[in-house]
């Protein structure tokens, strides 16, 4: 079972910045996980990019 929390958006002028938790439990226990996505929106309102960084230390201890 995982959710989204703390999210966070950032309107810039080329798109916007979302950064948000994953949280959840797992087999293993507990798990944290911060995230953020780059998006690039072009002149005509549509996504033409997007980048996504995470930490994966923490999917690490969750790992059988």
Known sequence: ???W???QVLVTPG???WRATI???T???PLT???CMVVAV???GRVSRVDE???PAPFAQVQP
Do not use: C, Q, W
């Open 1 to 3: 079972e995982l959710r």
């Open 5 to 7: 929390e703390d999210t």
């Open 15 to 17: 798109g916007f910045v």
């Open 23 to 25: 949280s959840g439990r």
């Open 27 to 29: 087999a293993a226990g």
């Open 33 to 35: 996980v911060p995230t």
């Open 42 to 44: 072009s002149e005509r």
């Open 53 to 55: 960084y995470l930490d």
